[in-house]
């Protein structure tokens, strides 16, 4: 683990991208039965947008979230830890 | 294809390692109404279906359910960091850790490894959908079961959470299965085979 890593940080926006994260999917669930739903429609924008700011704040600071986004062109920063399953993951 | 988030779907944090809930929360790992299951039945379920919203239902629920198997293993895995031998027998727990250490197998709570026989794939709209609806309330009772024999918050919280997503995935499935059958003509309303009798 790295030191320099500020950790309540790290934790603290982990948790917001976790909520906006999960208001996207109960909403996603929603729309799949009812893909018609204009409120269901501007609510899920409306997370999209700032759970897309939230990550790409985490990213810059604690590195890639998905095997897709690792920014860093001199180091592969996806295997660093902590993994979601280890305490100081969450 | 499926591409790996690594964070949580909401945080597993556990102070105290415990042998004794880990014992019995294994049974949402491997069980017959567990996660492993969950995910097996709906993401198999989903070929032989014949409507567009109920096949986004099944993969989105049946998604989620890795991610609550993930979950588990998080539970599970911190559940077991540092406990010493003593404590894995007085738990009961060396007659897994003969076997496996505290490494994650998928067994249920009793021992019995996991099993395919415990995912439902009918081939039947109406039959595989019933059969959901009937795993959702399944897995809930396991989590009000798990609630009845766990005190520590920090473990509560998570099952807790898990519990409630039970109820909304009943609540999808209920959705779905009213799409299928206003799919479905009045000879049919309660059991047909449309992805076999067209």
């Known amino acids: ?90 | 294809m499926w591409t790996y988030d690594k964070k949580l779907q909401y945080p597993v944090k556990i102070k105290n390692p415990n042998a004794n809930y880990a014992k019995i929360i294994i049974s949402q790992l491997g069980g017959p109404d567990g996660e492993l299951a969950a995910s097996m039945r709906y993401l198999h379920q989903r070929y032989s279906m014949p409507y567009d919203k109920v096949r986004g239902i099944l993969t989105d629920v049946g998604t989620e359910e890795l991610a609550h198997l993930e979950m588990i293993g998080a539970i599970l895995y911190q559940l077991t960091q540092g406990l010493s031998p003593e404590e894995i027998k007085k738990a009961g727990m060396d007659i897994y850790f003969v076997d496996h250490t505290t490494g994650l197998y998928p067994v249920a709570a009793s021992g019995v490894p996991f099993d395919m026989k415990y995912v439902g794939v009918k081939g039947d709209v109406i039959a595989d959908l019933n059969e959901d609806l009937a795993a959702e309330q399944k897995a809930r009772v396991t989590y009000d079961n798990i609630l009845r024999m766990v005190d520590d918050p920090d473990v509560r919280d998570p099952i807790k959470y898990l519990r409630q997503r039970e109820l909304v995935h009943y609540q999808r499935f209920g959705d779905a299965l009213r799409i299928a059958q206003d799919n479905l003509d009045s000879k049919n309303f309660y059991a047909f085979n449309p992805s076999y009798d067209k």
């Not at chain 1, 999960?22 to 999209?48: C, G, I, S, T």
């Not at chain 1, 979230?65 to 830890?81: A, F, R």
């Open chain 1, 1 to 90: 683990m790295n030191n320099n890593v500020n950790w309540n940080e790290r934790s603290a926006l982990l948790h917001k991208i976790q909520a906006e994260d999960f208001a996207l999917y109960e909403v996603a669930l929603y729309l799949d039965a009812y893909p018609n739903n204009k409120k269901a429609m501007k609510y899920y924008q409306e997370h999209h947008k700032i759970a897309h700011m939230l990550k790409a704040e985490f990213e810059e600071k604690f590195g890639p979230l998905t095997i897709y986004s690792n920014h860093n062109d001199q180091k592969w920063e996806w295997v660093d830890g902590p993994w979601p399953w280890e305490k100081e993951g969450n």
